[in-house]
């Protein structure tokens, strides 16, 4: 029988051709590269619109009630493409935009701690076994327990005052790290698990007990042997954390422990347009849809990932 | 963003409560006080009025009641020496606990008031004036009963250093005198005070009756002298009052008591009220809400005939400003360029715009006619052109001798305060400042605020003011006269200033006659602003409360400027 030749095909490259048959992976992905580069080219539309995202247009506003954009749709226009916000004229689709980065960078920078924290645990958590496993196991099932949300929103001005009574200013240069290291505190845990997991499974495995039986130090086991064996499960719960952190640091926001006006975000739009809903609809749509459209491709493109990455487990 | 706490409640000798914007009318002695007061047409007795709150009263003790709309309920239950009487929307100063408004031989400087002498209690014992005095006397307790306005521990000679019936039990104010009969009280000040019997409308001058004084838990339950009394109190959920059997019209000559009780709902947001208001379904009937404005949803209500019955537009006392600091900024070059680059349209707009506020070039507002200059700022007028005046801004900076181009704006979090202090932010940029934004709690802003010689002082302080009573008298003396501060403290004087010239206007207008007084305050006001560029007035807020279709009997109140529910009763 004559066919194409037979190659032979890394687990990677069978991964990625997956990928690229799976439609709605095609899409998340380009969903979530657009909303990427709108976040990195939002200074580009400062330049197009010649406004900033915290210049009040007052212009914009009816004058006798401050709440109400002139025009359509919260004041859609050839200026303001998603219109302004309402009582300062604020350009919505900058600030859409530059919030888009802002929640992005938390929820990435959070994620990217969460799985530096969660990866280490896990490694000497099921490798070493024994009551380093006992006790680290019993932190990750206490902070899991949590209610993470609430327990944030009481934590995040605790720790602010106490940077503040080191004499740290407050405001967002020490809120936005303070939400990061929150976040990553209660995310690490789901990634630890499922590190630590693998690791107990892999560390008895052939080619391990080998590299032990000639001698091969801890560091070597767990970095040079098992470590390179975890990418895929690493890969996807990192894929399905960044839409939780996304929402997690827009709940925070939304509900005050997160990021202060003037600063752009989607949290703090949805906080501030809630007063608004009913003159102003459209205010609290762009930045509730950017958020349901930003984590609904994440998590797709996270099962794609995941499916790509272990074609026997169901969706 | 309602109008709970009067602005600057904590602050010094002259601070403020509630108001009167709309002029009240001191009767002529001639004048007999008719009571009970004339029933209000249609009105009924019967059911229940329900008041929507956001939160609880901050405190229902009268000597520590100092919160306009709080002000107007608690006459329910609290009777003072004198009281505000509207009737068919006309104001008028009336003796209440008194007989009369009070009389005076040597031009203010001593006061006596003629009691009535039969008021009861709720418990059915008798109001006497051991019990006035007592009254006033806990006033001075202000370390234990905070909040209150000090005009009684101010205003009324103190020789012996009286420091209240807490602190020194056992000992008298000697300068508050009850006549033998107990059919008259007499006030001995420490200077004249011409307007007196306006401060004798504060809680301070109501009966409180010794025996039953709790201090600080005395606000859970006043004792009631009014036509009802308070059934349950759960802070921060429920207040309800009921009929007080003891309390006789016949004596009164300011209150109804239509409704068998009201009851106070405490809670819900802004938002929620102002949605319940406006859809009037259920119980929301006959509700009304006198700590919500109707501020998000106003533009689908104003004008709206079918909401015009219910809808009560009025000027509130509230002048929103900004005071510069003379200390720190001490070009007057400089401080003119702030000036200019105020920004009053986005201000306003911030705040909601032209139905939300009117532009305002001077914290006395025009209907104080005898004090009310119509100048202009920066050269302009500011309600034909509120927009800021740049180029004016930056030749201003541009002739400073000593440049200062770092500003520190301080303001409070609270509201749309924020935004306000955002849309100033933006145009002292444009004039070419840079401005270090300076956020304060909203608990704890005016004091620290005030602050001398601190570090980081602020250039700019955020702030505003509701006067007492309707004159220059209650609004100058307490924000510009530099005389008052200490070297650490400027008190209720954000702007520091203590000018010699004006020192001695202020000298001048201490011993003149009231007409003379007012006109010598709205001086001293002109030049503060257009000579020293050293406070710029912004705007004054306009009130829209919203009712229950089934809810009669609202007026806007001219002693408070707030919607009084005194005559409320529940439409048939």
Known sequence: ???????????????????????????????????????????????????????????????????????????ISAQHWFGVEPRTGRDVFLRFAYGARTSLSIALSATALATLIGVLVGLVSGFFGKTVDLVLTRTMEIILAFPSILFALAVTPVLENLLESWGVPTGNATRI??????????????IARIVRGQVISLREKEFVEAARSIGASRTHLVFKEILPNLWAPILVTVALNIPTMITSEAALTFLGAGVIDPTSDWGAMLLASVPFYSVDPMYTFIPGFGLFILVLAFNLLGDSVRDALDPRSSR | MSLKKKALAVVGALALASTALLSVNTASAATTFTTPVAPIKGAVKGGTVTILAQGDFEHLDPARNYVGGTLDFYRLFTRSLTQYRTVNGKTDLVPDVAADLGTTKDAGKTWVFKLR?????????????????????????????DGGPTYAKDFIDNPTNYKGPYTEPGKDLPTVICSPKGDSITFKLSVAIPYFPYVTTFGAFSPIPKAKDTKQNYELHPISSGPYKIKSYERGKQLVLVRNNQWDAKTDPLRWNYPDSYVVKMGADQNVIEQSLISDSGAAKTSVSFDTNIITNLS??????KYKSRLFNFDSAYNRYYAINVDTVKDINVRKAIQCAVDFKSILLAAGGTSAGSYANSTIPKSIKAAYRNFNVCGRDVSKHPEAQLDQAKAFLAKATNPKTTLRLAYRDRGVEPLRAAALEQSLKAAGFTVIMDKYPSSDFYAPAAKRGVPNEPDIIQTSWAFDWAAASGIVYALFDGRSMTADDAKS??????FPDLQALFAKADVSSTAAQEKLLGDIEQSLIVDKAAHVSVYFETSHYMA????????????????????????K
């Not at chain 1, 990427?36 to 247009?57: C, E, K, R």
């Not at chain 1, 790290?177 to 789901?190: A, D, R, T």
């Not at chain 2, 004087?493 to 203590?498: A, D, E, P, T």
């Not at chain 2, 279709?549 to 919607?563: A, H, N, P, R, W």
Request: hydrophobic share 40%; aromatic share 10%.
């Open chain 1, 1 to 75: 029988m004559i066919g194409a030749p037979i190659q032979g095909r890394s687990p990677a490259r069978m991964a990625w051709d997956r990928i690229k048959k799976d439609r709605t992976a095609k899409i998340s992905a380009i969903t979530v590269a657009f909303i990427f580069l709108l976040a990195l080219a939002s200074p580009i539309f400062t330049w197009i619109l010649h406004t900033t995202p915290d210049q009040f247009h007052p212009e914009t506003l009816d004058p006798s009630f401050g709440t109400n954009p002139v025009g359509k749709l919260g004041g």
């Open chain 1, 177 to 190: 790290p303070v939400m990061i290291v929150v976040l990553s505190m209660f995310g690490w845990p789901y």
């Open chain 2, 117 to 145: 002498t039969n008021l009861k209690y709720e418990d059915g014992s008798k109001i006497t004036c051991a019990d006035m005095k007592y009254g006033v006397m806990r006033s001075y307790n202000d370390d234990i009963l």
């Open chain 2, 300 to 305: 689908k209500v104003l004008n709206v005939a």
């Open chain 2, 493 to 498: 004087n954000q702007s520091r200033g203590n």
């Open chain 2, 548 to 571: 229950g279709s089934k809810v009669g009997g609202l007026q806007v109140d001219g002693g408070y400027s707030t919607l009084s529910v005194l005559g409320a009763y529940v439409k």
